[in-house]
């Protein structure tokens, strides 16, 4: 049984998060665990699914929570993908920013991903109809 919850700061083991990203590949994490830990505990609102105890998914959001919102990490375990479980953490971890006006993400083209994000009600900044947009980031 999948249960899902909200986590605080300390929640994490070290092993169950690097775990977690290792399992989508996101290498870029794994390699400063302190620094991912310290993510963690920095966002405003992270929501997790864990099965027999066991971290499978978590979604993250960084939000001043009157403005805007940035839903920054959205992964779940290979072996749990398909079963809505990441619909489910996008939908907990946004519930508590019902006014906030502005939901961003960010994130880069894999295939899948797009008709993922807007089934979560997400639309490609370039298909706004009130005006072009862009998105930009910067990773150093």
Known sequence: MIEYSYAAAGEFSVSDVVDLYSSVGW???????KTLLQALSGSSTVAVAREEGRLIGL????????????????????RFQRLDIGGALVSAVLRPYPAVRQKVLLTDDESGQKAFYEALGFTQST???????????RFD
């Open 127 to 137: 298909a706004f109809l009130a005006g072009p947009m862009n998105a930009f980031v």
């Open 59 to 78: 979604a993250r959001v960084i939000s001043d929570g009157h403005t805007i919102c940035c839903l920054q990490d959205i992964l779940v375990h290979p």
């Open 27 to 33: 290498t870029a994490y794994t390699d400063d665990p």
